[in-house]
């Protein structure tokens, strides 16, 4: 009987874990996607490398999505049974609410297990994989934006006249560059020709002037230098061209956790702040570990709600992760301003919440009301969300 309870319940959950995911994850993709669009729009961006930037997008939503879909899930599934009354049947039936733990928490294991893998695995080789196509459409739209007798804009701080492309655009001849100097006065570059070194490993793109002069007058126009070169390097900044998507291309999260402990220890040595990669090290397991306190402070959540609204499990979940990452983010605040130990930043909501679902499994588990649940419900009655 136990195992037909427990087949039940995890049946009743992946329903609306699935509707969940897909949920959580469309919200956090649609900010992503408005970005995507401007670059088919504006830039030319090809429809086959927005996909591959959707694809590898992905592992950065289910690191988040993945407990937010189970909390929901729990709770949706629980809130059904509870409003059927088939809880009480099974309480009735001798079946504990203790007994409904195992199958939840089992469920809630699985969902930690693969956001520890997204975590560990799939954000590093999504986010370095963006890099990478994101240099590789950028490399791609230089070659193929630079025109002849064309003055080109589209590097950010310079502008670029090519009187020639040879074949293929290997060989650029007829070189003119207005650029800022290091000191912020204007320099004007005439080269003989140039080309174009793309380095994937850097995802830098330089421009390499043969033969040539760099021509520079300060500001109020007294002084006047004229200075000759065999070759000169100029680093093309490319954010004009394509515009690095925020979550995507971030440092750190493009490390395994070996890296970010050789980078840790670097720095370390080396007296500089390594919070940013602490942080990032840290939250590979703690994020997942809130799978397991999402699914059990569900668990008391969902069986003392009465609900008589479609909404009612949504609300409940958007309120225990509102207050997760108001903890996590208060936390992230007071340890980047050195007023606590990061480790303790990262796991207090996990550690809060995880006490707050103990405390509240009790109280359900004694039949003892829950006195917040009651007045939300009284709450809601009042705005006409619950009848």
């Given amino acids: 009987m136990k195992r037909t309870i427990?087949?039940?319940?995890?049946?009743?959950?992946?329903?609306?874990?699935?509707?969940?995911?897909?949920?959580?994850?469309?919200?956090?993709?649609?900010?992503?996607?408005?970005?995507?669009?401007?670059?088919?729009?504006?830039?030319?961006v090809k429809l086959i490398d927005i996909s591959k930037l959707i694809l590898y997008a992905m592992p950065s939503f289910l690191v988040l999505t993945f407990p937010m879909a189970l909390l929901m899930a729990v709770l949706a599934a629980l809130g059904r049974l509870s409003g059927d009354n088939e809880i009480t049947a099974m309480k009735v039936s001798g079946i504990g609410t203790y007994q409904l733990v195992a199958p939840i928490m089992i469920f809630s294991l699985v969902c930690s297990v693969l956001?520890?893998?997204?975590?560990?695995?799939?954000?590093?080789?999504?986010?370095?994989?963006?890099?990478?196509?994101?240099?590789?459409?950028?490399?791609?739209?230089?070659?193929?934006?630079?025109?002849?007798?064309?003055?080109?804009?589209?590097?950010?701080?310079?502008?670029?006249?090519?009187?020639?492309?040879?074949?293929?655009?290997?060989?650029?001849?007829?070189?003119?560059?207005?650029?800022?100097?290091?000191?912020?006065?204007?320099?004007?570059?005439?080269?003989?020709?140039?080309?174009?070194?793309?380095?994937?490993?850097?995802?830098?793109?330089?421009?390499?002037?043969?033969?040539?002069?760099?021509?520079?007058?300060?500001?109020d126009l007294n002084t006047y230098q004229e200075i000759g070169f065999s070759a000169y390097d100029i680093n093309l900044n490319l954010g004009t061209i394509i515009k690095e998507q925020g979550s995507f291309a971030k440092e750190y999260s493009e490390m395994s956790i070996g890296e970010l402990q050789r980078k840790i220890e670097e720095l370390r040595e080396e007296k500089k702040s390594f919070y940013h990669p602490l942080q990032v090290l840290y939250e590979k397991f703690s994020l997942p570990f809130a799978c397991l306190v999402?699914?059990?402070?569900?668990?008391?959540?969902?069986?003392?709600?009465?609900?008589?609204?479609?909404?009612?499990?949504?609300?409940?979940?958007?309120?225990?992760?509102?207050?997760?990452y108001v903890f996590l983010t208060g936390g992230e605040i007071l340890a980047k301003n050195g007023e606590i130990p990061l480790p303790?930043?990262?796991?207090?909501?996990?550690?809060?919440?995880?006490?707050?679902?103990?405390?509240?499994l009790y109280k359900t588990a004694n039949d003892l009301p829950i006195n917040f649940i009651v007045w939300i419900e009284r709450i809601l009655r009042k705005i006409g969300l619950k009848t």
């Fill in 115 to 219: 956001t520890s893998f997204v975590a560990v695995y799939a954000l590093p080789w999504g986010n370095s994989s963006t890099s990478e196509l994101i240099f590789n459409i950028a490399r791609n739209k230089v070659n193929i934006g630079i025109k002849e007798r064309t003055f080109n804009s589209d590097f950010k701080g310079l502008v670029l006249y090519v009187n020639e492309i040879a074949v293929r655009g290997e060989k650029l001849k007829g070189i003119l560059v207005s650029e800022k100097g290091e000191t912020g006065e204007p320099n004007t570059i005439v080269a003989r020709e140039g080309y174009l070194i793309s380095d994937p490993k850097s995802l830098i793109i330089t421009l390499r002037l043969i033969d040539g002069k760099i021509h520079r007058a300060s500001k």
């Fill in 344 to 360: 303790i930043a990262l796991w207090a909501p996990n550690f809060f919440i995880g006490i707050l679902g103990i405390y509240m």
């Fill in 6 to 44: 427990s087949l039940y319940l995890i049946k009743e959950i992946m329903g609306p874990f699935f509707i969940g995911l897909l949920i959580f994850t469309f919200i956090f993709l649609m900010n992503s996607i408005l970005r995507l669009t401007e670059l088919v729009v504006n830039k030319g």
């Fill in 294 to 324: 999402f699914g059990l402070t569900a668990i008391p959540l969902g069986i003392q709600s009465r609900p008589s609204s479609k909404f009612w499990g949504f609300i409940l979940s958007l309120g225990v992760i509102l207050t997760y």
